[in-house]
């Protein structure tokens, strides 16, 4: 099938229009299509999208600023990346149109992760607890935190 | 002497659909995961982000066994194999801080710790096998999120350095052969069709790289507001409509040209068997039409396990692994050249 308007190239784009009473078809090639202005322009990908919008700006910016790892907006805006997991929480007012509009969603409905023992990691914490109380020589402290570890079934004696 | 490379694993069959394993070279899933605990890459000190790494061993190593590689005590040409190899990324090069990488005992999941994220666990197998590969991989992720809490968000699901993962953390790609849609000049279209529906269209070697030997990577741009197995069956069937259009451009090729392609064919294969000087994109093109003759059954005494293997030998730190030499750029095309000789039974006289 050639295109509708200039008669010479295939047409490759379909275009249908439906009003209440009236269809119309038309069939296309690429550069008429582009002249009716029915071509959509190119996508940006969400990382080309993130660096657009991180542009924009605002003097108030520098006073927004996460309480956990001190990351500001003004340098969120300038990095594109979160400092900490709790960087959401501070900034979400000031983001939530960015990640709308980056992702075209505004809800994970994904995987949630699996709620488990967390042994090893609550071991690993308290033998960091240790080592910073011996550190402190506050030996009562450390007695305290070995006992802990022992309920997880570590003697830790270092 | 393949074991010179020690972290190179043959591409295995199977899968989703193992007929198409010609035109869908490699499918990869990979998951971008942070520890709750840990600031994030820009915020982590060199003394946390060792924590970190020494926190993630041992985990790991009793929920995913393998083999650890630190990255420190690697050679740059290593390091360079492990990036041709598709098991980390170019980024991982570049972090000023203590980075680690995992492999598991099959070779097709790993671990980079210290990456953008603190975790990238990524899944790599021949042929459209995203399914079975995907599994596996969220298997591992499971298994570790036992042990270490990740940094989740009611709203923005997994938290991730970067906006553009939030969610899923899911990236999920396959590496496409497309011979007849680039000569049939359709590839474009196909692409672009690709694109509109949210996917990322790239070369062999990630973002930004080069269109070469007819492969294409394509993967899912966004990973919010979607499941992750929706996700994977949205590439799946683009895969497969591609696979069927690249199938019309063949027949309508060999309809036209049987012979002229199967001369192409045939001499490829010819100058692989004999040639004494060959370079790395010369390889990929070659091998490109020999991937086709094979696909196309006009050549049947080479397997795609082998031309997969060349594929990835092939490349400059490769090459120079297996042989281990240190190899400047004209030595390796001779040796390149030895290599692919002795792999195709070619001419040595």
């Not at chain 1, 439906?18 to 996508?43: F, I, S, W, Y």
């Not at chain 2, 790993?110 to 953008?116: G, H, L, Q, T, V």
């Not at chain 2, 009611?154 to 590496?175: D, I, K, M, Q």
């Not at chain 2, 007849?180 to 359709?186: A, C, S, W």
Request: neutral net charge; glycine residues 6%.
């Amino acid at each position: 099938m050639l295109c509708d308007d200039c008669k010479k190239k295939p047409a490759t784009i379909f275009f249908k229009e439906v009003l209440p009473g009236k269809v119309t078809e038309l069939h296309l090639c690429e550069a008429c299509a582009q002249k009716r202005g029915l071509m959509m322009d190119k996508k940006l990908s969400p990382f080309e999208l993130l660096q657009k919008l991180l542009q924009k700006r605002s003097a108030k910016d520098e006073q927004v600023i996460c309480q956990v790892c001190y990351l500001s907006l003004a340098e969120f805006k300038r990095q594109g990346r979160f400092g900490c997991s709790h960087c959401i929480e501070h900034f979400r007012p000031y983001i939530e149109n960015l990640i709308k509009q980056i992702h075209q969603s505004s809800k994970h409905v994904g995987r949630r992760p699996k709620q488990g023992a967390r042994k090893s990691f609550k071991v690993f914490k308290l033998r960091e607890e240790l080592r910073r109380a011996l550190e402190k020589e506050a030996y009562e402290d450390a007695a305290q935190i070995r006992d802990r570890l022992k309920d997880f079934g570590v003697d830790d004696a270092e | 002497m393949l074991n010179n490379i020690r972290w190179l694993v043959p591409a295995k069959q199977g899968g989703d659909s193992s007929e198409d394993r010609e035109i869908v070279v490699s499918s990869r899933v990979r998951l971008a995961r942070n520890l709750s605990d840990f600031p994030f890459e820009i915020k982590l000190k060199v003394k946390d982000s060792e924590r970190l790494l020494q926190l993630s061993r041992s985990v790991i190593e009793r929920d995913c066994p393998g083999q650890y590689i630190d990255m420190k005590e690697l050679t740059s040409l290593e390091r360079e194999s492990l990036l041709e190899c598709h098991l980390i990324s170019p980024a991982f090069l570049k972090m000023n801080k203590p980075t680690g990488l995992y492999l598991n005992e099959h070779g097709n999941i790993s671990i980079m710790i210290n990456e953008e994220d603190h975790l990238r666990i990524q899944g790599l197998t021949g042929g459209l096998n995203l399914t079975d590969i995907s599994a596996q991989v969220f298997e591992c992720e499971e298994e570790i999120g036992r042990d270490l809490e990740y940094a989740f968000d009611e709203a923005y699901g997994f938290l991730t350095s970067c906006p553009t993962n939030l969610g899923t953390g899911l990236r999920a790609s396959v590496l496409l052969h497309l011979p007849g849609l680039v000569f049939t000049n359709e590839v474009e279209k196909v692409l672009r069709g690709a694109l509109q529906i949210g996917m990322a269209v790239r070369g062999l070697y990630g973002e930004g790289s080069e269109i070469k030997g007819s492969l294409f990577q394509i993967s899912n741009q966004h990973t919010l507001g979607l499941k992750e197995e929706e996700l994977i069956q949205t590439i799946i069937k683009l895969t497969h409509m591609i696979v069927d259009v690249e199938m019309k451009a063949r027949d309508a090729i060999f309809t036209k040209a049987k012979h002229e392609f199967e001369d192409k064919i045939f001499r490829s294969l010819a100058v692989l068997r004999s040639a004494r000087v060959m370079s790395t994109d010369e390889t990929l093109n070659l091998l490109s039409a020999l991937r086709f003759g094979i696909g196309t059954g006009t050549i049947k005494d080479v397997s795609l396990d082998v031309v997969n293997e060349i594929m990835l030998v092939a490349r400059p730190a490769n090459i120079q692994l297996y042989f281990s030499q240190i190899l400047e750029e004209h030595e390796r095309d001779i040796r390149r050249a030895e290599y692919i000789r002795k792999k195709l039974g070619g001419n040595e006289k």
